[in-house]
């Protein structure tokens, strides 16, 4: 079987020395985040080897992998939520997930580009709710900063009769939007810099090159559409006062 990694001892033995490396760095270098990448590296461990056993089954049991792209975007928003806010508000990261992805899936399985089994369902939809994680997380980090740091000019809006929530989108919005930078940085050099994974693992499963290149440019084009949806839902809400820090 071709696979991309062989999968032996010492294998196992290189990620364990590379995740001590990465919080060694973190801690020499004062980074903050020693403790943060071990307890990550092993959960993600722990995490993919229980998953490997229930996504065999929910593959092919549509229900089930209902199911499962539930408990996905449950764990997504809880994580996105968690970095933005504290409390009920971090809730509100839910919206912005669900606003990019289900829209896209929609359109997908609308124009019946995309069928609707576990096999398929589960890495794309996953592919997407990561993505939106990411902008969505990053996005209102950097607007609610923006908003603590420029509140004088927040207040110097207001003044000038804007509404709150304009007043807040004028300060807000450039620095948030940042959050695409990542998405668009990796369509921009697929190919060049990085190989994702879906054209990775459709070229180990023995297609095309040619079919392999275009499932992955659909995929990237999904995902920046989805993460621009995100991210501008994200916008509003910390605009609107949403989160609480």
Known sequence: MNTLLPVTPQLGVVVVLLALAGAGVAAVGRLGHSTAILTASLRAAVQLSAVSLIIVWAISHLPAATGFLLLMYGVAAFTAGRRIARGRTAWWAALPIAAGVVPVLVLML????MP?????LIPVTGI?????LTATSLAGRRALDALEQRR?????????GFSQRDAAMEICRTSAAQALIPALDQT???GLVTLPGAFVGMMIAGSDPVHAGVVQVAVLVALLAAESVAVMV??????????SR
């Not at 997407?128 to 939106?132: D, Q």
């Not at 994200?234 to 989160?243: D, K, N, P, S």
């Open 152 to 160: 004088g000019e927040v207040e110097a809006a207001l003044s000038l």
């Open 234 to 243: 994200t916008i509003e809400l910390a605009a609107r006062g949403r989160f």
């Open 128 to 132: 997407l709710l990561g993505g939106c």
């Open 116 to 120: 609707v089994t576990g096999m398929v």
């Open 110 to 113: 609308g124009a019946r580009v």
């Open 188 to 190: 921009r050099t697929v």
